[in-house]
């Protein structure tokens, strides 16, 4: 296993304010890390990607990137100001943020308004 920082809060719900901080360190299974890059963690707050098997208190980790292609689960900054855990498409000429449940709406926004921060690869679930 290797550490890496667990960088805040992300949203899978409501978008709470992008947070840059490291809290603490988290063991991750070194298959999460094959791809090699810069990675981190976030704990999820909410029930958005509850049907992706993602569920509030879960820890995702996510391999840095700046694209994303259609289906990924991605962290997006929202303008510059929100962090959340969607599902990223392309529609067009702009970008859908997709819910992993019913219950919230898809969100289409300019290309100009989102900011691919990185890819889900892997989540550590503590019971």
């Not at 298959?31 to 890059?37: D, W």
């Not at 840095?64 to 599902?87: C, H, P, Q, W």
Request: glycine content about 10%; overall charge negative; hydrophobic content about 45%.
């Amino acid at each position: 296993a290797m550490e890496v920082p667990v960088m805040g809060r992300i949203a899978a719900g409501v978008p709470i304010e992008a947070i840059s901080h490291v809290s603490h360190n988290v063991a991750v299974p070194g298959q999460m890390l094959r791809q090699g890059g810069e990675h981190y963690a976030l704990e999820v707050k909410g029930d958005s990607m509850i049907e992706a098997g993602i569920n509030d208190g879960d820890v995702v980790v996510i391999r840095e990137t700046k694209t994303a292609t259609n289906g990924d689960i991605v962290v997006a900054l929202v303008e510059d100001s929100e962090a959340t855990l969607k599902r990223f498409f392309h529609r067009g000429n702009m970008i859908a943020l997709e819910a992993a449940n019913p219950a919230y709406e898809t969100r289409m926004l300019r290309q100009d308004q989102v900011k691919v921060q990185g890819r889900l690869v892997g989540l550590i679930r503590t019971y």
